[in-house]
């Protein structure tokens, strides 16, 4: 069975502070794709990045950073030099072959000025 | 290219009834999936489809239903609501270039809000 983990269910940081949200993911199959969300309060699913499970390099796209590693079962996300435009809820999914796509709980990003 | 959309935005109904909610892909799309979202839930999958047939279903009961059409759009019912329907209902598309496209990443409308009272 597919499963995602957020342990962290809120995070509060103040502005220009750095960020990482955890993801952990639990699967027995070799080929899977792992995806976060962004949910800001306006409520629709913003993409940010697909990673599949051959591909373990990391990717920095702007203050965005993405951690993945398959020894740990970890899709981890940074943000750098947080901005209240942050704060959102954050949502890591996995999906493998043509089995839903699996959401975690989410992490709720506060940031304040 | 536009986005997902979805009608309408927010709908109240009563206990009993029933409502559809409707679904535009992304030009192009030809996968739409559906998920529930609530505060005590999160997201769950209800259903997907790919060329008029659903693929993949979730674990909701037969009350809810859906389809797609040859246009690609896609509706869902839920039938006989009870309070606990009451949430958001996100739609989300991805491109497919076969029948092959677990790998594509899905794009999300703006949802629909649905309360029953």
């Known amino acids: 069975a597919q499963k995602v983990t957020q342990a962290q269910t809120e995070i509060s940081v103040v502005e220009k502070e750095d960020v990482t949200l955890d993801c952990v993911y639990e699967?027995?199959?070799?080929?899977?794709?792992l995806f976060w969300y962004k949910q800001p309060p306006s409520g629709e699913l913003v993409f940010l990045i697909r990673?599949?499970?051959?591909?373990?390099q990391n990717e920095i796209s702007g203050r965005y950073s993405w951690n993945f590693q398959k020894s740990t079962s970890s899709f981890n996300f940074t943000i750098t030099a947080s901005q209240v435009v942050d704060s959102a809820v954050y949502f890591c999914?996995?999906?493998?072959?043509?089995?839903?796509?699996?959401f975690g709980t989410g992490t709720r990003l506060l940031v304040s000025p | 290219k536009a986005g997902v959309t979805q009608t309408p935005r927010y709908l109240i109904k009563t206990r009993g009834q029933q409502v559809t909610l409707s679904c535009s892909p992304i030009?192009?799309?030809?996968?739409v999936s559906w998920y529930q979202q609530t505060p005590g839930q999160g997201l769950q999958f209800l259903f997907e489809?790919?060329?008029?047939?659903?693929?993949n279903k979730g674990n909701f009961p037969g009350r809810f239903s859906g389809r797609q059409f040859s246009n690609s759009r896609s509706e869902m019912n839920v039938s006989t609501l009870e309070l606990g329907d009451s949430a958001l209902y996100l739609c989300?598309?991805?491109?497919?270039?076969?029948?092959?496209?677990?790998?594509?990443?899905?794009?999300f409308g703006p949802g629909t809000r649905l309360t029953v009272t």
């Open positions: 489809y790919f060329s008029e047939t659903q693929r």
């Open positions: 990673r599949n499970s051959f591909d373990e």
């Open positions: 989300a598309s991805s491109e497919t270039v076969d029948s092959r496209d677990y790998y594509y990443e899905q794009y």
């Open positions: 699967t027995r199959d070799t080929t899977y794709y």
């Open positions: 999914a996995l999906r493998t072959g043509f089995q839903k796509l699996v």
């Open positions: 030009s192009g799309h030809r996968s």
